[in-house]
Structures are given as C-alpha cells and as structure tokens.
C-alpha cells in the first residue's frame, strides 16, 4: 500500500474517498492507494493547538479489514511526529458511526496504542424542531441579542475570557473563522456581557453550539429565539447540536433543547 499527502495538486485523484469539506478545513490530509493507482482511502486531522482532531477515515469497502486503516493512522503519525508528538482524537457517534467504532476497537498496532472509551452525550434537533423550541413568546419582549463578533473589543474580551479556557482555544483567529457569524449572538448591559451562545460549522456541515452562557433566562431565551429564527430563514437544511460534556452542560441540555435526540459519543485517544 502506497500513502501520500493531499494537497491541492492531487486532491481531485482523492475527491471518491474525502469530500471537499474535510480537505478545505484540514490542517493534514493523507490518502491511500494501490500500485496500480486505485484509490483505497483517505484520513484528514485538523489542529486545535493541543491536540489533533480526527475529522474523517474512510476506506472503501472492498479493502476494509486489510490494515488500510491502520496504515493510515501510522503513516500520518509518522508526518505529526515530526511537528512534535502529540495526541491524535477521534470522536464519534455509536449510532451513525458503527463502522468507526468496530475499527477502533479492532487496531492492534505495536506502534501506537487506541483507547476508546464514552465521552459524551450530544443532542440533535433539525432547524425545524429548533424554531418549534423557542416559537412562544414575543421577542419584542426579550433582551435584544447583539452579533458577538460586531462587539467592541472590551465587551468581546470579557466573554472570550470566559469561553477560551473552558473550550482550550489557542487560536481565536482559527477559531472565529470557524464560526457561523449570524448565529454567534450576545446580550449585554450596560458594560456587562450577560448571555452569549458561539456556534461554529463543522466539517461535517452541522451547526456546533458550541458554547453558551446566561447570567439569567429572559436572555437566554432571546438569544436563543432569535438565532433559531435565523436557522429557520436560513439554514433550513442543518443540524444543529449541543455537547453536554458536564452534568450542568446536560441539565442545561434538557432545559434549552427540549424534545431534541441524544446520542452516546465516544472517542478514541491514540
């Protein structure tokens, strides 16, 4: 098995195997193929500073369980090695991503060992039953959110001092790229930040919100009605999700997310 870096002299060989989302957002990619050049699969990791992020594995079905996989976690911890040895992780869903998970548990390398383990609980609502959460009451009535990323500079300080060490941001630059500018909303008094919500696209193209604050509850209701009121106009066709990674994060979970689906996450640290 032959592996090499994508990039994008080569992406369009690759493009059955990674989808342009993965290698657009991608600080790595590597693909896998054949002597004869058959394309065989393809991993794409991006960097948050700490850590890398397993963001897509696939190999095609017809060489599944021949080392495809395993090869290409080897072969790009051999091109990371070299940038420093850090932690590769992998997150995944053990409803949707059964494949993964199987894959992960079966690795038997000398090289690097996997453990996967529960993480989280994550809850999904479509943009539909997003807007049908928070369709009651007037909004006229609620605290009136303000674009977060339009803040001045000291109001935005105050709240990013807040979200960078719990989320471990070490690129705000990266980071506020990554984010869905229209969604990412705050209501303040005054010189005072009182509620704020971050959400970011994912390379999976879903809506990550990501991180939510409220000092009281009229305004995280307006904050929140109004950035469902924007996913309904538009980004009818997303998902948008909530990781409830601590039990306030999950209490918080049933409170603003009502009727939403939860499904078990797991990750794999190797």
């Known amino acids: 098995m032959n592996y090499i870096r994508i990039d994008a002299t080569n992406i369009d060989d690759f493009t059955s195997v990674l989808p342009a989302r993965y290698f657009d957002g991608a600080d790595i990619?590597?693909?896998a193929y054949e002597e004869d050049g058959?394309?065989?699969?393809?991993?794409?990791l991006s960097f948050d500073g700490i850590q890398y992020d397993?963001?897509?594995l696939y190999v095609v079905p017809q060489k599944r369980l021949a080392g495809v996989g395993t090869g290409l976690l080897r072969e790009i911890r051999n091109i990371t090695a070299e940038l420093g040895n850090l932690p590769f992780r992998a997150q995944f869903d053990t409803e949707e991503d059964t494949g993964l998970y199987a894959f992960f548990l079966s690795v038997d390398d000398p090289d690097f060992t996997v453990d996967v383990e529960y993480s989280h609980d994550r809850y999904f609502l479509n943009t539909k039953?997003?807007?049908?959460?928070?369709?009651g009451g007037d909004l006229l009535k609620l605290p009136r959110p303000r674009l977060f990323w339009r803040l001045d500079e000291k109001l935005k300080e105050q709240a990013l001092t807040k979200a960078v060490e719990h989320l471990e941001i070490t690129d705000i630059e990266k980071f506020e790229d990554s984010c869905e500018k229209t969604l990412c909303l705050a209501v303040s008094e005054g010189e005072k930040i009182v509620s704020f919500m971050l959400v970011q696209n994912t390379p999976s193209g879903d809506l990550s919100l990501t991180?939510?604050?409220?000092?009281?509850q009229k305004a995280l209701f307006g904050m929140l009605?109004?950035?469902a009121i924007e996913t309904q106009e538009n980004f009818k066709n997303r998902t948008v999700f909530f990781d409830a990674?601590?039990?306030e994060a999950e209490a918080l979970a049933y409170k603003v997310l009502p009727g939403a689906?939860?499904?078990a996450i797991y990750e794999a640290e190797i």
């Open 54 to 56: 397993i963001d897509w």
């Open 245 to 247: 990674v601590t039990a």
């Open 261 to 263: 689906m939860k499904h």
């Open 38 to 44: 058959s394309v065989c699969g393809a991993i794409s």
């Open 29 to 31: 990619c590597l693909g």
């Open 129 to 135: 039953d997003f807007i049908e959460s928070f369709g």
């Open 211 to 216: 991180y939510l604050y409220a000092e009281n």
């Open 225 to 227: 009605k109004a950035a």
